[in-house]
């Protein structure tokens, strides 16, 4: 039987396609950073590292991602009002799935279990989400201006910002246009049949448009970032880099831009090449030193956020794997 030309085919991606890609980007950055690794000099390295310092390295990174549980229960107030911790522990669970799964998982989990144990609506949990990432964004941009007259010459990387930045911003303005101007978005969205699966949503989502909570959300964000920043910094005190909060900065930066696209979990290899790529191409760090201290960064500032999120998964009372499916079936239901 032969299909009916009215019905139009749609072409599905395989589910596989985009963690195998993820993976193979991965491996092939892993290749290239361990191709030449200088493991005689790691040993030298660990021995002669300040362990105050990564101590204070590690706080710090925790600190900042405790911050961002308070900066989501800020975001949500008007929406559903959930406890600080229960936002904290769901960033942490989500930190433990990004790590574990491919494809940053961790951001959907995290949605469902915070909508799980508190009353914010799932749709509620992922349009914050969304606001989160923009104001991520705005604040690397904000971090970039800031640091730029400080860093060594990097026109690649200012290429890349150069369309990053106002990506960012137009993405930012149309969402606060969404939140804040309801009649219109409602109009907007019914012109269409793919706005039409999302008009349902909007009553939900305007909630979400109030000023202070936006306002409040947007400074947190800067002290989220702040206390990243100072992590790495504390991290290049730690292996003798006399570098300071510029170059701290600048590797902060440079990783969140490289690493933005979903791939293995914990951004394995991808994370360890772009900052090798900022000490050696930018910073002019010599080759071996810039490849030791992207293991020590990635593991270093990785491995307690797994540790920390495996705790709140505990705590959670949920399995991995179940709470995986039930968040994925929980997203395609809304979306």
């Not at 970032?225 to 930066?253: E, S, T």
Request: charged letters at 10%.
């Amino acid at each position: 039987m032969n299909p009916d030309p009215a019905t139009p085919s749609t072409t599905k991606i395989p589910k596989w396609l985009i963690p195998a890609i993820g993976y193979t980007l991965s491996a092939a950055c892993l290749i290239w950073v361990f191709s030449k690794f200088p493991y005689a000099e790691l040993g030298a390295h660990l021995q002669t590292m300040d362990w105050w310092w990564v101590g204070a390295a590690v706080l710090l990174e925790l600190v900042a991602y405790a911050a961002d549980g308070w900066r989501w229960a800020l975001l949500l107030a008007p929406g559903g009002a959930p406890p600080v911790g229960s936002c904290v522990q769901a960033v942490f669970v989500g930190l433990f799935a990004n790590d574990i799964l491919p494809a940053r998982a961790g951001e959907v989990i995290r949605c469902f279990l915070l909508s799980f144990k508190t009353e914010v609506p799932i749709s509620l949990a992922f349009t914050s989400e969304i606001i989160e990432r923009l104001m991520d964004g705005l604040w690397v941009v904000i971090l970039y201006l800031c640091i730029r007259g400080f860093i060594p010459d990097h026109p690649r990387f200012s290429s890349a910002m150069f369309v990053f930045a106002p990506v960012v911003t137009g993405l930012s303005i149309l969402l606060l246009w969404v939140l804040f101007q309801k009649h219109h978005a409602h109009a907007f969205a019914s012109k269409s049949k793919f706005g039409l699966r999302f008009v349902h949503l909007l009553d939900e989502v305007h909630r979400l448009g109030n000023w202070r909570a936006l306002g409040l959300g947007m400074a947190v964000t800067g002290i989220y970032w702040l206390f990243q920043v100072l992590a790495v910094l504390a991290l290049l005190r730690a292996d003798a880099f006399d570098f300071g909060f510029a170059a701290a900065a600048f590797l902060l930066v440079a990783k969140t831009m490289g690493t933005m696209i979903p791939n293995a979990p914990a951004n394995v290899g991808v994370y360890q090449a772009t900052i090798v790529l900022a000490l050696h191409n930018t910073l002019l760090v010599e080759d071996a030193n810039a490849q030791i201290f992207a293991q020590i960064m990635f593991w270093f500032l990785t491995l307690p956020l797994v540790i920390g999120g495996a705790i709140a998964l505990g705590f959670a009372g949920f399995n991995l794997g179940d709470l995986n499916r039930q968040a994925k079936a929980a997203h395609d239901h809304k979306v």
